[in-house]
């Protein structure tokens, strides 16, 4: 079974909007940690923002912030006041215990691009 | 500062040649390591970790190998490449313990 699903594969958003990415992820473990990635056309993986499992309050970093929702699995990542460079890839990623070779599980990305 | 550093940025090799990715972490010691793929318009694959000198653990049986011949070292290897090896290959470095992985710059390997 997959772990972290992405099921939006592109969005466009008009600049200085909004936006949500959706992500789900699968894990039987009690502690996880959740990551959103940036990867622009240049190929680097820009890390965003993190939330652990136990964290009670969703994790914010300036214009990032991500709607945890335990329960439900769920990890969205919302981008408020959208700009030109946030276009860009988007991965959701999961990371199960922090003991040696716990690697991280990628979704498949969702394609942000950032109409002026 | 803990940086790292890929290389090289871009590769063109023909099938059956061999392959050899180097990734090398700087400002820190005992870092786990990892090789990532990703294949175009797709998510990120995991190919290969390593928690410690000469330690690899492959997760996907394939025609690449890793190395790790020092603790701050990680190399990708493959002895007769093939078509379906193209793609972005991403090095990563971890401190145990401490959240986040760090992202090479990638190399973008295209195989003809």
């Known amino acids: 079974a997959q772990k972290i699903t992405q099921t939006q594969p592109g969005m466009f958003v008009q600049e200085k909007e909004a936006v949500t990415l959706d992500c789900t992820y699968?894990?039987?473990?009690?502690?996880?940690?959740?990551?959103?990635?940036?990867?622009?056309?240049?190929?680097?993986?820009i890390f965003l923002i993190y939330q652990g499992s136990y964290d009670e309050q969703n994790a914010?970093?300036?214009?990032?912030?991500?709607?945890f929702q335990k329960a439900r699995k769920s990890a969205n990542l919302v981008i408020s006041?959208?700009?030109?460079?946030?276009?860009?890839?988007?991965?959701?990623?999961?990371?199960?215990?922090?003991?040696?070779?716990?690697?991280?599980?990628?979704?498949?990305?969702?394609?942000?691009?950032?109409?002026? | 500062s803990q940086t790292i550093h890929q290389w090289p940025a871009t590769l063109v090799q023909p099938v059956g040649s061999p392959l050899s990715l180097e990734c090398t972490v700087e400002g820190t010691s005992n870092p786990n390591l990892y090789w990532y793929r990703q294949a175009a318009g797709r998510g990120l694959q995991l190919l290969f970790y390593?928690?410690?000198?000469?330690?690899?653990?492959?997760?996907?049986?394939?025609?690449?190998?890793?190395?790790?011949?020092?603790?701050?070292?990680?190399i990708l290897s493959s002895k007769k490449l093939l078509l379906s090896d193209s793609g972005f290959y991403l090095c990563a470095w971890e401190k145990t313990g401490v959240r986040g992985y760090t992202f090479g710059s990638g190399t973008r390997l295209t195989v003809v």
């Open chain 1, 81 to 116: 006041a959208s700009q030109l460079g946030d276009s860009a890839m988007y991965f959701c990623a999961m990371r199960e215990g922090w003991g040696f070779g716990n690697v991280l599980h990628c979704g498949s990305g969702t394609q942000v691009i950032v109409l002026p």
């Open chain 1, 60 to 67: 914010t970093e300036g214009r990032y912030s991500l709607n």
């Open chain 1, 26 to 45: 699968d894990t039987s473990d009690q502690s996880y940690g959740l990551f959103w990635y940036k990867q622009p056309s240049s190929g680097e993986m």
């Open chain 2, 50 to 74: 390593s928690v410690g000198i000469g330690q690899i653990s492959s997760e996907v049986p394939q025609n690449l190998s890793a190395s790790r011949p020092q603790d701050r070292q990680f």
